[in-house]
């Protein structure tokens, strides 16, 4: 019984993150417009917080929407703030910030913050009151800083991009960090799992995209990457971690769009490597992306947006120059945004927007990053396939890689869902280029390792792919 129990519970989780559930109603055509700014994150428990415009009067309104983990249920949606353009950020204790654009003819950038998403802290304008400032994006760090970009209209017509870090509710820093003729967006990114106060930021000019880094928020900063005539840069950085210790080896991936409208790639796996990037082209003739929280070393998440259609895709990384579709929504989508906080390695939040005749209807989305071993290989022309089974398992599941060239081995490995290298497989059968490997839920030392889900994380040559397995520990 014990056993059924556990199963229905993975199957449960399945169908739960496959649901797409209609949470909110907007007058707005912006509603979740911008997608640099986060308009959902999720807390450690798993609930989910977001955001959004609606026209009130007349006027812009920022409204909020929860869903409880515990009852498994999205909330009434509720009325936040006057304003629009507004930004989500969550620190690692929980707290909720929210950063926006007042609705002001010289319009402002305001900051609050909130411990349950109900009750919210004194508002208090980061930017300077004599300038028009827009497109607020945000992160935080791992002391709780929260850093903010926005750019700012001066009296020249000229514009800025203007850093700030805000501590305990309190403005501590604002500075200048450029000033061009034109600013057209604006990407940041912290550490997805709070180990350091690295910050990374992009900036798009009408002529090109570049990527810089910050290690002592923003007293200095360095160029890592430029490139002409791109658009909507995207960053996600996270590291590997071996043995349950974080190394100085941080994963980065940095994309754009080019002029040609493909959605291009950029990996680094540490430091060393940020003057030798590696890139590969994800996707073709797409209008509009954003990205999830990136997984070391198996890869990220990613929405893009082409000929009226909404996709989910996958990349492994530019080492791999591999990705794959997950999932479509072709009735019509907006403005979608997903979350890059708190990290997740199995699934991916998401949230867009349908024109419903008089408004717009906003949906949200989970879906698994990966998909369960022995229920198909949707990823062809890779060069090889692997099934297995039984999964779920609790003694030993056998594991089948066909592989299409000679010569060429499998390299299996195991990771838990919090990026930890569980084992290292060798296999115990090769014939006629099927190879089998058996894991009977030991790790690399031979005990046996916890009830969960695990990820199979499979490579043959210069191609890679991934498969979910459920381990029941009796």
Not at 244 to 263: A, C, H, M, Q, W
Not at 342 to 353: A, E, G, K, P, R
Request: net charge negative.
């Amino acid at each position: 019984m014990i056993k059924i129990a556990i199963y229905f519970f993975f199957l449960f989780f399945v169908v739960e993150i496959q649901a797409q559930t209609l949470i909110a109603i907007s007058l707005s055509s912006t509603a979740t417009a911008n997608h640099n700014q986060r308009k959902i994150v999720r807390d450690s428990l798993q609930n989910i917080f977001v955001v959004f415009t609606d026209s009130v009067n007349h006027q812009m309104m920022i409204k909020g929407v929860k869903y409880n983990k515990t009852t498994s249920q999205w909330g009434s949606f509720m009325n936040i703030t006057n304003g629009n353009n507004p930004t989500l950020s969550i620190s690692k204790s929980g707290r909720i910030h929210l950063v926006y654009e007042t609705n002001d003819s010289i319009s402002k950038i305001k900051h609050t913050s909130s411990s349950d998403f109900i009750t919210w802290s004194t508002e208090i304008i980061i930017s300077d009151s004599v300038f028009k400032s827009k497109l607020p994006v945000a992160d935080i760090d791992s002391i709780g800083s929260l850093n903010v970009f926005w750019k700012q209209r001066n009296t020249n017509l000229s514009e800025s991009l203007i850093y700030a870090s805000i501590n305990d509710d309190t403005l501590t820093n604002r500075k200048i960090v450029t000033t061009k003729s034109e600013i057209e967006d604006i990407a940041i990114a912290n550490h997805l799992q709070y180990i350091k106060n690295d910050l990374f930021f992009a900036i798009q000019f009408t002529d090109s995209v570049q990527f810089f880094r910050s290690e002592n928020n923003m007293i200095s900063y360095e160029f890592l990457y430029g490139v002409s005539g791109a658009s909507q840069p995207g960053i996600t950085y996270n590291s590997v971690i071996e043995g349950g210790f974080f190394p100085n080896d941080n994963n980065l991936r940095l994309t754009y769009i080019n002029e040609y409208s493909e959605l291009i790639e950029l990996e680094s796996d540490n430091y060393s490597n940020y003057n030798n990037l590696s890139s590969q082209t994800l996707q073709g003739s797409i209008d509009f992306v954003c990205i999830d929280n990136l997984a070391p070393p198996i890869g990220y998440s990613y929405l893009f947006m082409t000929n009226g259609n909404l996709y989910h895709g996958f990349s492994y990384g530019s080492h791999w120059y591999w990705s794959t579709i997950l999932d479509t929504i072709t009735t019509n989508p907006l403005n979608p945004s997903i979350a890059y906080k708190t990290f997740n390695f199995l699934y991916v939040d998401y949230i867009w927007m349908e024109n419903n005749g008089e408004g717009y209807n906003i949906f949200h989305k989970r879906d698994a990053k990966h998909i369960w071993v022995g229920v198909g290989d949707n990823e062809k022309g890779k060069g090889f396939s692997i099934v297995g089974y039984p999964n779920p398992f609790s003694e030993i599941i056998t594991l089948n890689i066909s592989v299409d060239e000679k010569n060429l081995v499998p390299v299996l490995k195991i990771f838990n869902t919090k990026s930890q290298l569980v084992k290292n497989m060798n296999y115990e059968f090769n014939s006629n280029n099927e190879f089998t490997y058996k894991w009977d839920g030991t790790n690399q030392i031979g005990n046996k390792v916890d009830s969960g889900i695990y990820i199979i994380m499979c490579s043959v040559g210069d191609r890679i792919t991934v498969r979910k397995v459920a381990y029941i520990n009796n």
